[in-house]
């Protein structure tokens, strides 16, 4: 993944569980029994994924992010 932008990542999956294989994410949802549900559904090897919650942050009126 090249020139990643964590602040935009945030905004599409703050609050939400991700699942990434090789870098990319293939799945996500609002908790991780959906997700399971869902990677199930797509026959990954669970053995080639890594899953994880995106904390979500309130954006903040007025700051700059460089």
């Known amino acids: ?15 939400r569980y991700i699942a990434r294989r090789d870098g990319e994410i293939i799945a996500s949802a609002e908790t991780y029994d959906a997700l399971s549900d869902r990677l199930d559904g797509m026959a990954v090897a669970w053995d080639k994924i890594i899953i994880e919650y995106i904390e979500y942050i309130e954006p903040v009126s007025g700051v700059r992010v460089y």
Do not use: H, I, N, S
């Not at 020139?3 to 999956?13: K, N």
């Open 1 to 15: 993944m090249t020139d990643f932008d964590y602040v935009q990542f945030q905004r599409q999956y703050g609050g």
